[in-house]
């Protein structure tokens, strides 16, 4: 049976009307985004909340540590027990672990002024658990956390900026750097505590708080062993600096450079004259102070002009 020719006609579309029904659908369909773009602002998302998590967490146990140790020492533990440990060591590696995921996300280490500081309260943190978890000497991280925490939350809040690419020497130069830094800060706060306990014992102020803290002579051995030990970084420092650094003398590394130098040359007398006059006390506390801050100044004081107030990174 032959059909209807109309039919025929009508039902079947020329070979121009397929095309371009072909081509429409086609453009339609390459015009549709996609699946993993749909998904990929979804994971950052997820990735910014994960970290920000681990940023709280870690805030929140470098502060419960700290309230540890305060209310041991209030209760009159001396040491203040071992359960401190329990917030601090996991605040430190998550710390660790949230510059960790911030690199892996900025595709390289971050060295700018909000990180850097960051590492040093890291390291700070890291040094303290690490003495503190020896004997009396734990009341170090009362100051040392809460800073731990403040750095931490302020490179969580302002401190993620485009990574510069460096070659292995200048990123060693950087991490000795850091270490130093790190070192002489706590050897600094040793150095005020130091400071504290002589005025308390000279005016016969027996406070609770002097109980907390190890033997004089016990704590001026622990500052002079860190000084050594932060001198030795910061040698480290300016070598690789001159070994690895292209223009040390640069118009916006010179103030870095002498002051740094400085600084190196105060710890160097001090360490001397502990060697060969018994230097100690008030003397030793000055000169611990009157060099970090000029190691201070040095880094931390020339990144903020150049970075937060010039806007020059790099």
Known sequence: MVPDRRWVRDSNMDAGSFGKAASDYSLAVAAAPPATHVDAPIRTAMCDTSAMTIVLIAIALYLFAAVALVTGAMRGRHPPGRGWLLPALPAVALHAGYHVIAWRTAGGADLHFFSALSLVGLGMAALALLVGARGRMATLGVVVFPIAAAT?????????????????????????????????????????????????LRRRDFHAWLRVLPPLTELETLLFRTITAGFVLLTATLLTGVLFVDDLFAQHLVHKTVLSVLSWLLFGALLLGRWRRGWRGTVAVRWTLVAMALLVLAFFGSKAVLELILQRVG
């Open 152 to 200: 931490l939350a302020g490179y969580a809040g302002y401190g993620h900026r485009l990574v510069d690419e460096m070659d292995a020497g200048v990123q060693l130069h950087a991490w000795c750097a850091l270490l130093a830094y790190a070192t002489l800060a706590v050897a600094a706060l040793l150095a005020i505590m130091l400071w504290l306990q002589e005025r308390a």
